[in-house]
């Protein structure tokens, strides 16, 4: 997916704040993927996962799959179970 400039209005006061941010773009991303609850669950919208994390995600795929969805196009979860 092709990534878009978005931009909008904001008070004095918080420009100021945001310019002391070291990456407004990734901030400003990750907190509106929060606020939609788009944010991965597993890496916290960082897109990478510690070692722990890998372990945990590891032992899950044994009984699980990625697959892309057929109607949206999508990657998403299967249990093997199912």
């Known amino acids: 997916m092709k990534e ?4 909008f209005k904001v008070d004095k006061a918080l ?5 002391k941010i070291p990456n407004k773009s990734e901030f ?3 907190s509106i993927l929060e606020a939609l609850g788009n944010k991965c669950p597993l890496c916290g919208g960082s897109g990478i ?8 995600w590891n032992k899950f795929m044994e009984h699980h799959s990625l697959e892309t969805c057929n109607d949206c196009d999508q990657v998403h979860l299967v ?4």
């Open 15 to 19: 420009q100021e704040t945001l310019n």
């Open 79 to 82: 249990c093997k179970y199912e």
């Open 28 to 30: 400003i991303r990750n």
């Open 4 to 7: 878009q400039v978005i931009t």
């Open 49 to 56: 996962m510690n070692e722990a994390q890998k372990k945990h």
